[in-house]
């Protein structure tokens, strides 16, 4: 069965301490990881996937196959950073996306 | 920077009753999709459209929905009789390549009620 598990609903640290926002996925083929996020009051995007090898806002996530996780990464927390946090997936000859049930984070000052 | 524009933003309607939501895609985009998020539970496909037919489509999107590219530029999903638990909000998303090569451009999503 295809699916992503995101076991936190709510994360909530202080600015500047660490995060790590879990993943994990179940999929039979070779899966394309991806973060998607929704700040308040904006629409769904993309924020890094996991061919792309990037760090953007200072995010990071590391596809590990052998625990099948894509946990998503910051050293250090900004309030900027408070939003929803959406992991999915695609396979190579699907043309959709699979998503988790999300985990909000909140980032306090 | 151009948008996935969605509208209407809420959309009540009667059980039994058809609805169209309707979503213009960017431009040059060639993949669109519709997905829905019921309240407090995660986003979930429901269709892709890839020049001019459905290239794949999951359970949930059964008889009662159907999608159309009437005018090259304007993207609908149709549900023909509504349900109670039809009520979501309702995403289209568009992109330039396959999900796999090329993000998705989300709409701000349509709340669907059904009464």
């Known amino acids: 069965a295809q699916r992503v598990t995101q076991p936190e609903k709510l994360l909530s640290v202080f600015k500047g301490a660490p995060v790590e926002l879990k993943c994990n996925y179940s999929?039979?083929?070779?899966?394309?990881l991806f973060w998607y996020v929704q700040y308040s009051r904006q629409r769904l995007q993309l924020l890094l996937r996991?061919?792309s090898r990037e760090s953007i806002k200072g995010f990071t996530a590391d596809l590990n196959k052998g625990e099948t996780s894509f946990h998503l990464k910051k050293p250090f927390a900004q309030e900027e950073d408070s939003a929803m946090y959406y992991c999915?997936?695609?396979?190579?000859?699907?043309?959709?996306?699979?998503f988790g049930t999300g985990t909000r984070l909140q980032v306090f000052p | 920077e151009p948008e996935v524009t969605q509208t209407p933003s809420h959309q009540v309607t009667q059980m039994g009753q058809e609805v169209i939501l309707r979503c213009v895609p960017i431009?040059?985009?060639?993949?669109f999709y519709w997905y829905r998020q019921i309240l407090g539970q995660k986003v979930e496909f429901l269709v892709s459209?890839?020049?001019?037919?459905?290239?794949?489509k999951s359970e949930i999107f059964d008889d009662q929905f159907s999608v159309e590219r009437p005018d090259g530029s304007n993207f609908t999903l149709k549900i023909r009789s509504t349900k109670l638990e039809d009520s979501a909000m309702y995403f289209c998303?568009?992109?330039?390549?396959?999900?796999?090569?090329?993000?998705?451009?989300f709409g701000n999503g349509t709340r669907l009620t059904v009464t």
């Open positions: 431009s040059n985009h060639l993949y």
């Open positions: 459209f890839y020049n001019n037919e459905i290239s794949e």
């Open positions: 999929y039979s083929g070779s899966p394309e």
């Open positions: 999915a997936l695609s396979g190579l000859r699907a043309d959709k996306l699979i």
């Open positions: 998303a568009s992109s330039l390549g396959t999900v796999y090569n090329s993000p998705l451009h």
């Open positions: 996991h061919i």
